[in-house]
């Protein structure tokens, strides 16, 4: 069984309810029959009901299994914008202005998840990263302990003995420009949840990458790995983490034992945090075109509840998958 089919079938085995406030976009509508039929959740779309029906008649969807809702008709509409005025008044925010927010359907959606009304949220087929992430942040925040959001990728390598069977973690190939040593540290963590909670990597182990080994090189750079490193190790104790390594090093066992012959990890680790998102993105680019690589991804991690960003450019299959990996992240 495929990576991808375990997590759908992980999805299955505990109803949840994920909102889509891209309630009219045509490959939103269309995933909801793979959606339903594979009984990954409850889908609940975002919009006018008639202007939905109609649309999903001319673009041939079956929104069967689906629920529908009109957030200025919903029966806690005045709680929520009440509740987003409490918590976003200090910010200048006075009630026509919550309740002008409530009325965009990618706040309205944060705040359901916020409340309960839904486990999580998908978005970003027709809205930027920063258009579904800007709601995320002020409505939910994020995680306990956790500064800023990042993107992973899993990247499932064909023929491939490193990582954990050809499977790893990427981050931060995403979200965070330029993070800080604190922020890395943080990304080593919500990573390893990735690779745990999605990729059942029982073991994961974080590799924080440099051009250097351990004191092979000196630079500015080298010592925010460096850095990164002992407050990844200071913060969670339990987290298999060191650095700073190069990518040989960090997978390679004989390359490991002789770069790094100190290390608990080198040469066995899953996953790879980047020391900024160029390298990040670069680095997944690579290994999915010239390996062949199948990446999986962006799934957005620190955000207090499931919250995933969608590139728009997206099919409907991706759409399904990516609302698989909320519900699981949701149960």
């Given at each position: 069984m495929s990576l991808l089919a375990e997590i759908r079938a992980k999805a299955a085995a505990k109803s949840t309810r994920i909102v889509l406030p891209e309630g009219t976009e045509e490959r939103t509508l269309l995933s909801i029959k793979g959606i339903v039929?594979?009984?990954i959740c409850i889908p609940i779309l975002l919009g006018d009901e008639g202007e939905i029906k109609s649309l999903a008649g001319k673009y041939g969807a079956d929104l069967t299994g689906a629920e529908i809702l009109d957030p200025k008709k919903a029966a806690y509409f005045d709680d929520f914008v009440q509740a987003f005025y409490e918590m976003r008044k200090d910010k200048g925010v006075d009630l026509d202005k919550a309740k002008k927010s409530m009325l965009d359907p990618l706040f309205f959606a944060s705040m359901m998840v916020k409340m309960d009304k839904a486990d999580g949220e998908v978005a970003g087929?027709?809205?930027t990263t920063g258009n579904v992430l800007r709601p995320a942040l002020q409505i939910l925040k994020t995680a306990p302990g956790i500064s800023a959001v990042s993107g992973s990728f899993i990247m499932i390598v064909p023929d491939c003995e490193y990582g954990d069977k050809g499977t790893f973690v990427f981050a931060d190939c995403a979200v965070t420009p330029v993070a800080t040593d604190k922020q890395l540290a943080e990304f080593a963590q919500t990573s390893a949840e990735t690779a745990r909670d999605l990729c059942g990597i029982?073991?994961?182990k974080v590799a924080m990458l440099s051009f250097s080994t351990q004191g092979s090189a000196s630079h500015e750079v080298v010592d925010k790995m460096i850095s990164a490193t002992?407050?990844?190790k200071e913060r969670f104790p339990d987290l298999k983490v060191d650095g700073e390594l190069q990518a040989d090093a960090?997978?390679?066992p004989k390359v490991?034992?002789?770069k790094a012959?100190?290390?608990?990890i080198a040469g066995e680790c899953n996953v790879l945090i980047f020391p900024d998102l160029q390298a990040g993105n670069i680095g997944y680019k690579l290994v999915q075109r010239l390996a062949k690589a199948e990446a999986i991804g962006p799934i957005l991690q620190g955000i207090a509840k499931p919250v995933n960003d969608l590139s728009r450019g997206c099919s409907v299959e991706d759409i399904v998958n990516t609302v698989a990996m909320i519900a699981v992240k949701a149960q």
């Open positions: 039929d594979n009984k087929a027709e809205n029982k073991d994961p002992a407050i990844a960090a997978m390679v490991g034992k002789s012959p100190n290390s608990l």
